[in-house]
C-alpha cells in the first residue's frame, strides 16, 4: 500500500494482574498488552474483565435494576450466585453499602458475615467494597480481610485510608484497589505509596473514579486515556490495570426518571446509560469493568472477546 | 508535522513590525503554533516561510460541510488524537435513516419521531442532525418525492443514499440545500461526476483503507472536492480500528490522499449499532448513520457527544441563580455553593438523594470549584453576601439561614456580619450532605423577623 502503516508502537507494557477465583471458579487475568485498546496491533494477551456489582443495605433500585433482578433473591448470596450465573460475569463486586449509617447501618460483623457467606456461594473472583463512610470503613476493611476465605481485592485504598486497607490485604494475601480523584498525578502518587508499604504491584488496580454519562464521564474518559498513554510510554508507576465502575451511571436523573416520555421506557434508557458509559471507559481504555445491570455485562462480553484481543 | 513556535519563529523576518496585529514576531509564531493565526498575515514572510507555513497551518483534516445556515453540520476539522490535548472541535454528527419506501403516513409518522429526538441538558439543546434519505424503492421519482418530504418535515439536512440516477432526480429541487451525496460502492466516480458541478459534500465508499485511497483519488479526478469517507467496516472491531487509522494517519503522518472526515452506515443490518455509535463518538466518527429513533437509544449517545466534546481546556459551568430541588418552598434549606459543573451536580444529586427539599444558591465564580474559587477570591464573605441580597433568594424563603460548604467554613463570619444571615456549616464533602439535611432540625429554618 502506499499509505502509510497506521500502527503504534510503545516502549511500555501493561502490567498483569490475576484475580484469582475461588475453587471451581475461573481466574480473570488483565493487562499486559503493549497497546492502546480496541486495535489490532502490539500484544494484548487479555481481553477487558467485565463484573457485576451487588450492593448491599437498604437503597431503592433504579427502576431499570428492579426489573432485571426480579425473581433473583434478595440475600446477596442468591442475588449475587444468580446474576453471576445469567450474566456470565467473570468477576463480582460486592459493595456492602448497607454498613453505611444512612443505608441500613449494618454492624461490621454483618458485613464480614455476608462477605463469608457470598465467597461461599459464588467461586468467580472478587473485589469486595466499603461502605464509603471513613469511621465505618476503618473498621470493616479489616473484619473482611480477616473473613474472605480466599484472596480478594479490597475497594478502595485512597490518600488517607491507604495503610489501613492495605495493611488489611497485606495481612490476609488480598490485592487493593488504589483509587484517586481523576487525577493523573495522585494515580501515580497512590500506587508509589501502595509500593513503598509493601503492595506487590501485581495486586494494585487502578480505579480512576468514573463519572456517569452525562455527569463528569468525560474527565474519567481523558484520565484513563492519559493514565494509559503514560504506562505504555514508560511510566511503571501507572502502567497497571485500569477499573472503571460504571455505578454512577446509575445516579444520572435521566437513567433513572420515568415521568419524561419523550426521554423514551425508562428501563430500556437505565440499560443503555450504563451501557455508554461502558463503551466510552473501554475506548479510553479501561480494563475491568463493573456494570450493574445483567445484560449489559452479556452484551459487553459478548463483544470485547477474541476479534480484540 | 506541526511546527514548535520556535521553529516558526526562524521562519519569520524578526523584525518585530507589528503588521501582523501581534507585538512582536516571536508573539505571532506562538499564535501560528496555536492555530490562532496564519502566515498570511504576514506581508514581510518570505516565499519558503509561506510554502513551508502555509503547509504546516493547513488543518490536518479538512472540513466538509454540509446544509446550509444555522443547520449546516461541520465534518472533520479536527486538530488532535487525544482531546486533552486540546480539545475536538466538530462533534460526530447523527443522521436518523429513513426509506422511501415507506408509505406516506409511515413515511411521516418516522420523519416526526426523527424530529423529536431532542433534549434538553445543561442549557444546551442535543438534537439529531440530519436525516438519512434510503432509496429503498428502486425508483428515483419516488426517491426524490420522498427527500423533498424529509427535507420539508423535518428541517434538518440530508444524507441522500441511493443510485445515481435517483440521486440526480433528487438534485434539482434540493441541490442548494447542499445534501450530502452517498451513492452505493461502484458508483462514487459517478456520483463524483454528480457533486462536482454544484460543489456538493459526497461519500466515498470502499472496503478499508487501501480502497478508500483509490476511491478518493477517484473521486478527486472527477472533480468532487468536499469528500467524506466511509471504509466500509464489516464489524464492530472493525470499524473501530478503521475510524481510528484513519484518524492517526490525518493528524500523525498528515496522509492527505485519506485525510477526510468519515462516515459510518450503521444501519442496514450492522452489528450492533449502539455500542458502535458509543465507541465511535470519542473514537474519531464524522457521522454516524443509525436506523434507531428510540429515544433510550438516542438521548444516551448525544449526551455522550455531549461529554466528549466538552473542552477541556474550559470548565463547563452552570447559570448561577436559584435551583429549587423537590418540592422546595420558604421554609426549605438554602445551600450554596459555586457554579463549577461537577460541584453543582454532584452537589445538586446529594440534596436529591437527601429527600428533603432545598434551594440550591449557585454562586457565579467562573466554573471553578469551591477550594479554587475561594483561594482566588471569587467565592467569599463579600461575594456570597452579595448573591444574598440580589439572587432574589430573600424573597423565595421566609428564614434567613445559610447552609456553607465545610471546606469555606471561615467564611461565616464575614457572611453573617455582611448580610444579617445565620451561617451553618455543611460538611466537607458533598456527600455528607443527605445525612446532615436529614439532621437538620426543622427550627433552624423559621421564618426570620424581617
Not at chain 1, 496491533?41 to 481481553?47: D, I, M, Q, S, T
Not at chain 2, 503547509?55 to 443547520?71: C, D, F, M, N, Y
Not at chain 2, 452506515?265 to 428510540?294: M, Q, R
Amino acid at each position: 500500500m502506499t499509505v502509510v502503516n497506521p500502527q503504534q508502537t510503545f516502549p511500555g507494557r501493561i502490567l498483569e494482574v490475576t484475580l484469582p477465583a475461588g475453587e471451581g471458579g475461573r481466574s480473570v487475568s488483565v493487562g499486559g498488552q503493549t497497546s492502546l485498546p480496541l486495535l489490532p496491533e502490539g500484544e494484548r494477551p487479555n481481553a477487558a474483565a467485565i463484573g457485576i456489582e451487588i450492593r448491599t443495605g437498604d437503597e431503592e433500585l433504579p427502576p431499570s435494576l428492579s426489573h432485571a433482578f426480579g425473581g433473583k433473591g434478595t440475600d446477596p448470596a442468591t442475588l449475587a450466585g444468580n446474576l453471576v450465573e445469567e450474566s456470565g460475569a467473570q468477576f463480582l463486586f460486592l459493595s456492602l453499602a448497607g454498613c453505611h449509617p444512612d443505608l441500613g447501618g449494618h454492624a461490621v460483623s454483618r458485613g464480614a458475615g455476608i462477605v463469608r457467606d457470598v465467597l461461599e456461594a459464588v467461586p468467580c473472583p472478587a473485589i469486595v467494597g466499603g461502605c464509603g463512610e471513613e469511621e465505618t470503613d476503618a473498621l470493616l476493611f479489616p473484619a473482611v480481610a480477616e473473613a474472605a476465605q480466599r484472596p480478594v481485592f479490597l475497594s478502595y485504598a485512597d490518600e488517607k485510608n491507604y495503610r489501613l486497607v492495605a495493611g488489611a490485604a497485606l495481612a490476609y494475601g488480598h490485592g487493593v484497589v488504589s483509587w484517586s480523584p481523576i487525577d493523573i498525578n495522585m494515580a501515580k502518587q497512590a500506587n508509589l505509596l501502595l509500593g513503598d508499604i509493601g503492595v506487590p504491584p501485581h495486586r494494585v488496580l487502578i480505579d480512576p473514579l468514573t463519572g456517569g454519562l452525562g455527569y463528569g464521564l468525560e474527565y474519567t474518559y481523558s484520565i484513563v486515556e492519559r493514565i494509559r498513554l503514560a504506562g505504555l510510554s514508560g511510566d511503571g508507576a501507572l502502567a497497571r490495570p485500569i477499573l472503571c465502575h460504571l455505578g454512577d451511571s446509575w445516579k444520572a436523573r435521566e437513567a433513572l426518571d420515568s415521568a419524561e416520555e419523550s426521554w423514551g421506557d425508562v428501563i430500556a434508557r437505565g440499560r443503555r446509560w450504563e451501557e455508554a458509559t461502558a463503551w466510552a471507559c473501554l475506548a479510553a481504555g479501561a480494563d475491568l469493568l463493573v456494570c450493574r445491570h445483567p445484560d449489559n455485562v452479556k452484551t459487553l462480553r459478548g463483544m470485547v472477546g477474541a476479534p480484540w484481543r | 508535522m506541526a511546527l514548535t513556535a520556535l521553529e516558526i519563529y526562524k521562519l519569520l523576518p524578526k523584525t518585530n513590525c507589528k503588521e501582523c496585529g501581534f507585538p512582536t514576531c516571536l508573539a505571532f509564531a506562538m499564535q501560528i503554533a496555536a492555530g490562532k493565526a496564519g502566515i498570511d498575515q504576514c506581508p514581510p514572510a518570505s516565499e519558503e516561510a509561506k510554502e513551508t507555513l502555509g503547509a504546516a497551518s493547513a488543518p490536518p483534516l479538512p472540513k466538509v460541510i454540509v446544509g446550509t445556515g444555522e443547520r449546516a453540520v461541520i465534518l472533520g476539522d479536527e486538530v488532535v488524537l487525544y482531546r486533552h490535548e486540546k480539545t475536538f472541535y466538530h462533534p460526530t454528527a447523527f443522521a436518523i435513516s429513513v426509506s422511501d419506501a415507506l408509505d406516506d403516513d409511515a413515511f411521516r409518522d418516522r420523519i416526526r419521531r426523527i424530529r423529536s429526538l431532542s433534549f434538553e441538558r445543561m442549557g444546551e439543546t442535543l438534537a439529531v442532525d440530519m436525516v438519512a434519505v434510503r432509496c429503498d424503492s428502486g425508483d428515483p421519482a419516488r426517491f426524490a418525492a420522498a427527500a423533498a418530504a424529509a427535507k420539508e418535515g423535518a428541517g434538518k439536512p440530508l444524507l441522500l443514499s441511493g443510485p445515481c440516477d435517483a440521486l440526480a432526480a433528487a438534485l434539482p429541487s434540493l441541490g442548494p440545500d447542499r445534501p450530502l451525496l452517498s451513492p452505493p460502492v461502484g458508483e462514487g466516480e459517478a456520483g463524483a461526476r454528480l457533486a462536482a458541478p454544484l460543489g456538493l459534500p459526497l461519500v466515498v465508499r470502499a472496503k478499508g483503507i487501501d480502497g478508500l485511497e483509490k476511491a478518493l483519488a477517484a473521486a478527486r479526478a472527477a472533480g468532487a472536492c468536499d469528500l467524506v469517507a466511509d471504509p466500509m467496516p464489516a464489524s464492530l472491531p472493525d470499524a473501530v480500528s478503521l475510524s481510528v487509522y484513519l484518524r492517526r494517519l490525518a493528524i500523525l503522518h498528515r496522509a492527505r490522499e485519506v485525510a477526510f472526515p468519515t462516515a459510518f452506515d450503521l444501519g442496514n443490518g450492522f452489528p450492533s449499532p449502539f455500542a458502535a455509535a458509543s465507541l465511535l463518538v470519542p473514537k474519531y466518527g464524522s457521522l454516524l448513520v443509525l436506523d434507531s429513533d428510540d429515544p433510550a437509544d438516542i438521548f444516551p449517545l448525544l449526551t455522550l457527544r455531549q461529554n466528549i466534546f466538552t473542552d477541556p481546556q474550559k470548565p463547563i459551568q452552570v447559570e448561577a441563580g436559584i435551583y429549587p430541588i423537590g418540592k422546595a418552598n420558604g421554609s426549605s434549606p438554602v445551600v450554596i455553593t459555586t457554579n463549577f459543573s461537577l460541584t453543582f451536580f454532584t452537589v445538586r444529586s446529594d440534596i436529591e438523594a437527601s429527600r428533603v427539599p432545598a434551594h440550591l444558591l449557585i454562586a457565579d465564580c467562573d466554573g471553578m470549584s469551591v477550594l479554587t474559587a475561594w483561594a482566588a477570591g471569587r467565592f467569599t464573605g463579600e461575594s456570597i453576601a452579595k448573591i444574598l441580597s440580589e439572587s432574589g433568594i430573600a424573597g423565595a424563603v421566609s428564614h434567613r439561614t445559610l447552609i456553607l460548604p465545610g471546606m469555606v467554613a471561615r467564611l461565616s463570619g464575614k457572611i453573617e456580619e455582611l448580610s444579617g444571615w445565620r451561617v451553618l456549616v455543611g460538611p466537607q464533602e458533598s456527600s455528607a450532605l443527605p445525612s446532615y439535611l436529614r439532621r437538620l432540625p426543622p427550627a433552624a429554618f423559621a421564618p426570620a423577623d424581617v
